[in-house]
């Protein structure tokens, strides 16, 4: 079944920026835990698979797009707050989402 325009406005998309960024040494597949800014919104922390193409330097202090209100979800040990939206690339691995310009942390994507 389709999604709806309703359905897309239900998310609560925001723009964050990366404040830590450390190795999620639990993971089976390799992953990082970011702790992410959204401004008014507070921080939250997610587990993500992006190893194959950032490490902390390229990470911090980076600004990425997220969903927020989702459940916590449980990743190898770390309580995810959010997901990190990105496109998984067949030979490229994960390549995160990202805006066009500096914009306030915990800025609404529409």
Request: charged share 25%; aromatic share 4%.
């Amino acid at each position: 079944m389709p999604a709806s325009f309703e359905d897309f406005q239900n998310l609560n998309l925001r723009v964050g920026r990366v404040t830590s960024v450390r190795l999620n040494e639990k993971a089976r597949v390799p992953a990082l835990v970011l702790e992410i800014d959204f401004g008014p919104e507070g921080t939250r922390i997610s587990s993500a698979q992006l190893t194959q193409n950032y490490d902390e330097k390229s990470l911090l202090d980076r600004q990425v797009v997220c969903v927020m209100g989702f459940e916590p979800k449980r990743v190898a040990g770390v309580k995810s707050e959010v997901l990190v939206l990105g496109v998984i690339h067949p030979e490229r691995g994960t390549l995160l989402l990202q805006v066009d310009g500096e914009v306030p942390d915990g800025e609404p994507v529409a």
